[in-house]
């Protein structure tokens, strides 16, 4: 069995799961659980996290589980991870500590999309605008201030969704960047995408009787953006 082990280990990441999966097959539980442990310790071995969390599930070893699903979050801090360790800790009766927990390594990473991924998932959106508006550089003009669409652009376009009752001026601000974004992207695709959620600022700027904040904005794009004769079309075939 040892020297099973020490050739096991010496394989690639895909294979060492399959070959756990024999281990397991022959009653050898005990020995492969060390071994992927340690594999588990190393930064490139995160499959083999996973194959130990599902193991421990199958076993009904929810704290042992609960312990992989931790140190894969630290390495994929997503929220679908969150929320796999936020299941196994409600079972555990522990999830106020551990919640705890894992928002603080959020907050000390720093990882502000995932954060706010949380915050709309558990349902404080208030939060979440927090957390992008923290996000905003100062002393930035107007309509110009942005956050990192490389990493949050699905959490802050839902943010600003769910908004748009309680907080339509954060909802306007974050559909303003998201104009800014795909206008950057060019292209006559993304001008039209852009100019559907133009039609929603407008929308949100007469709600709140705020036609004039309207005009002043759009005459600011079009100045922006005055080199851009395809935008120039899309904005006049959206009545814009």
């Known amino acids: 069995m040892d020297e099973a082990i ?3 280990s010496q394989t690639d990441d895909w294979q060492l799961v399959k070959l756990a999966d024999l281990f397991v097959h022959y009653g050898q539980d005990t020995a492969v659980e060390g071994m992927m442990y340690e594999k588990a310790q190393q930064e490139r071995y995160i499959s083999a996290a996973q194959w130990l ?37 409600i079972q555990l009766g522990t999830w106020e500590a551990v919640r705890q927990a894992t928002h603080t390594f959020l907050e000390t990473t720093p990882n502000t999309s995932t954060l706010v991924e949380v915050a709309l998932d558990e349902g404080e959106s208030e939060r979440a605008l927090q957390l992008l508006e923290a996000a905003k550089p100062h002393g930035h003009e107007g309509y110009l ?3 990192d669409y490389a990493r949050t652009p699905a959490g802050a376009l839902k943010a600003a969704e769910r908004a748009e009752e309680a907080y ?11 104009v800014e974004h795909l206008i950057t992207g060019r292209g006559r695709g993304n001008y039209q995408v852009a100019c559907r959620y133009l039609v929603t600022i407008r929308s949100l700027y007469e709600k709140l009787d705020e036609t004039e904040q309207w005009r002043n904005y759009l005459t600011w794009l079009r100045r922006r953006h005055s080199r851009l004769p395809t935008l120039k079309e899309e904005l006049t075939a959206a009545g814009l």
Do not use: C, G
């Open 6 to 8: 020490r050739d096991a």
């Open 53 to 89: 969390k599902n193991h421990h599930l199958a076993k009904h070893n929810l704290a042992a589980a609960l312990e992989m699903a931790e140190l894969i979050f630290r390495r994929r801090p997503w929220l679908a991870e969150y929320q796999n360790i936020r299941e196994l800790a």
């Open 145 to 147: 201030w942005e956050y």
């Open 168 to 178: 339509p001026r954060a909802s306007i601000d974050l559909y303003q960047q998201h």
